[in-house]
């Protein structure tokens, strides 16, 4: 499976400072990243989701960064890419109601 990159740049300069990569999702996201899904399915989207998933995306990395720094230095793209990719992990061990993570990790 592709890593799960993120970079945070400076506001300032708009130039790259560090790009943060990923290659496993920890099994602690899971629920998160579940809860979030199934919230936003209805459509609707507040600050304070926004700030949940910022909190979500650091928290995939290992809090190597602040939401701080999320919020000031990260492209909106890159942000929704890294969420999605943690969504699609997570997807993959409950699709139709079934959870079979041996099977999930076989496809990968």
């Known amino acids: 499976m592709k890593p799960i ?7 300032a300069t708009n130039e ?6 990923r290659s496993f999702v920890p099994w602690e996201i899971l629920k998160a990243a ?16 926004a700030d949940e ?12 960064f602040s939401n701080e720094q999320v919020n ?4 909106i793209g890159e942000m929704i890419t890294v969420i999605q990719a943690v ?16 099977t999930a990790s076989q496809t990968d």
């Open 5 to 11: 990159e993120l970079t945070l740049y400076d506001p």
């Open 16 to 21: 790259a400072v560090k790009t943060y990569t």
């Open 34 to 49: 579940l809860r979030l899904r199934k919230r936003f399915d209805g459509g609707e989207f507040t600050d304070e989701d």
């Open 53 to 64: 998933l910022a909190a979500l995306v650091v928290a995939v990395f290992g809090d190597e």
């Open 72 to 75: 000031k230095g990260t492209d």
């Open 87 to 102: 969504v699609t992990r997570a997807s993959q061990f409950v699709r139709g109601g079934e959870a079979n993570p041996t």
